[in-house]
């Protein structure tokens, strides 16, 4: 990549970074995956999550948060926590899920909420974005204990900037 006078390349660091905008389980269990494996294999590990993808985080026995009938309505389509968490596709009135953590059981393969704990236990940040619970009228206290501080996008991007790898899931 060519670079303008007086520039210098970023230094790449052995850190994964992963933007979490979806809510899914089919979206939040690749997400905690690689997190905690590329922190169990020495790397720098991040996941901001914004958007939906900040409703895996909220605490399970939190429900309808926010200030306004709006928020409120946000809330209340969304589950909340990972343990709730919906299929992006074939949902099957509610028996997807349920079957794809049978299946995870049955191979051994830890669920999402584990895998977000283990993931504190490694070291792994799990940062907040502060407009998304801005815009959803989520407070800190509603979120899981033990996250980063909130952060904005200019600061998630400095974040990604040194990161060897970084995804958007």
Same mark, same amino acid.
């Given at each position: 990549?060519?670079?303008?006078?007086?520039?210098?390349?970023?230094?790449?660091?052995?850190?994964?970074?992963?933007?979490?905008? +979806?809510?899914?389980?089919?979206?939040?269990?690749?997400?905690?995956?690689?997190?905690?494996?590329? @922190?169990? &294999? +020495?790397?720098?590990?991040?996941?901001?999550?914004?958007?939906? +993808?900040?409703?895996?985080?909220?605490?399970?026995?939190?429900?309808?948060?926010?200030?306004?009938?709006?928020?409120?309505?946000?809330?209340?389509?969304?589950?909340? &926590?990972?343990?709730?968490?919906?299929? &992006?596709?074939? %949902?099957?009135? +509610?028996?997807?899920?349920?079957?794809?953590?049978?299946?995870?059981?049955?191979?051994?393969?830890?669920?999402?909420?584990?895998?977000?704990?283990?993931?504190?236990?490694?070291?792994?940040?799990?940062?907040?974005?502060?407009?998304?619970?801005?815009?959803?009228?989520?407070? %800190?206290?509603?979120?899981?204990?033990?996250?980063?501080?909130?952060?904005?996008?200019?600061? @998630?991007?400095?974040?990604?900037?040194?990161?060897?790898?970084?995804?958007?899931?």
């Amino acid at each position: 990549e060519a670079l303008e006078a007086g520039q210098s390349p970023v230094k790449k660091k052995n850190k994964l970074t992963i933007s979490a905008w +979806g809510g899914d389980l089919d979206r939040i269990w690749p997400t905690t995956i690689l997190a905690t494996t590329a @922190a169990a &294999s +020495g790397m720098e590990s991040s996941v901001f999550f914004t958007f939906w +993808g900040l409703f895996a985080i909220v605490k399970p026995g939190v429900r309808i948060t926010g200030d306004n009938w709006m928020q409120k309505m946000m809330s209340a389509m969304n589950p909340g &926590s990972a343990q709730k968490a919906k299929l &992006s596709r074939y %949902h099957f009135a +509610g028996a997807g899920p349920t079957m794809f953590k049978k299946l995870a059981d049955d191979h051994q393969v830890a669920k999402p909420e584990e895998l977000i704990a283990t993931a504190q236990d490694l070291g792994v940040r799990l940062i907040p974005c502060q407009m998304t619970m801005d815009l959803l009228g989520l407070k %800190h206290e509603d979120l899981l204990d033990g996250l980063e501080d909130p952060i904005g996008a200019a600061t @998630a991007i400095a974040e990604m900037r040194d990161a060897a790898v970084s995804l958007f899931i």
